[in-house]
């Protein structure tokens, strides 16, 4: 129930290209989805977040698509660029928790090549 | 200094040292955490400290002993470690966001422990 289930473990997309990243989730409770993306050497930051009030959040080259009946959530990212290349994780939160932990998933590892 | 800062960024230990890793948030956040990134498990609570008290532990072993003597500091402990402790600790601290509740966090850059 508190799972992230995150995929895949691996990604390589050539410049230009969409990157698509999927999760799941089984915790109907949860209602803030956060993306964290993390470059070696550095530890994750926040790239981009969304309530299932809405079914798409987009942010420049990144877009969330939500979907609340599959229990699903994506982060795409447009003209990927090797400047994208990261590790990126997806999480889910119970807001109004207080400081109760996010639950994270086990993260993608994105390469974009030239 | 602003963010999140951990001290050292890179520690070599034998078995049987006694070492301490530092962090300190500058952001005035009421939480703080310790994670674990190996290639196993990339991303491992192991504590969580709300308004200095510990809420959570989860599972560690005992040679990890966390301390946070303020809202801004947290530490860890480390002694007689094993080679499989090796691994990036991340320290992180967050604050409920007013109105959403959202819990946004800011981790450091880590510390990369090497256990020998």
């Known amino acids: 129930q508190q799972q992230v289930k995150q995929s895949p473990q691996s990604l390589i997309v050539q410049k230009g290209g969409i990157s698509i990243i999927n999760c799941a989730y089984e915790?109907?409770?949860?209602?803030?989805f956060p993306w964290y993306q993390q470059f070696p050497g550095k530890g994750p930051a926040l790239l981009i977040a969304?309530?299932?009030?809405?079914s798409e959040k987009k942010e420049g080259r990144f877009t969330i698509s939500f979907n609340k009946s599959a229990k699903q959530f994506s982060l795409h990212i447009m003209d990927s660029q090797p400047g994208d290349s990261a590790t990126y994780f997806c999480?889910?939160?119970?807001?109004?928790?207080?400081?109760?932990?996010?639950?994270f998933g086990k993260g993608t590892r994105l390469s974009v090549i030239a | 200094e602003t963010g999140v800062t951990q001290t050292p960024r890179h520690l070599v230990m034998g078995m049987t040292n006694k070492k301490s890793l530092k962090c300190e948030q500058h952001?005035?956040?009421?939480?703080m955490y310790w994670y674990k990134q190996s290639a196993k498990k990339p991303l491992e609570l192991m504590f969580v400290?709300?308004?200095?008290?510990?809420?959570e532990n989860n599972s560690v072993p005992s040679r990890f002993s966390p301390e946070c003597p303020n809202s801004s500091h947290l530490f860890l402990h480390l002694h007689t470690l094993q080679p499989e402790d090796s691994a990036l600790y991340l320290c992180?601290?967050?604050?409920?966001?007013?109105?959403?509740?959202?819990?946004?966090?800011?981790f450091g850059a880590g510390s990369r422990l090497t256990v020998l």
């Open positions: 992180a601290s967050s604050q409920s966001e007013p109105g959403s509740g959202a819990n946004v966090l800011t």
């Open positions: 915790n109907t409770a949860f209602d803030y």
């Open positions: 969304i309530r299932p009030d809405v």
């Open positions: 999480a889910a939160h119970r807001s109004f928790s207080g400081n109760t932990p996010l639950v």
């Open positions: 952001l005035g956040h009421n939480a």
């Open positions: 400290y709300s308004l200095e008290e510990r809420v």
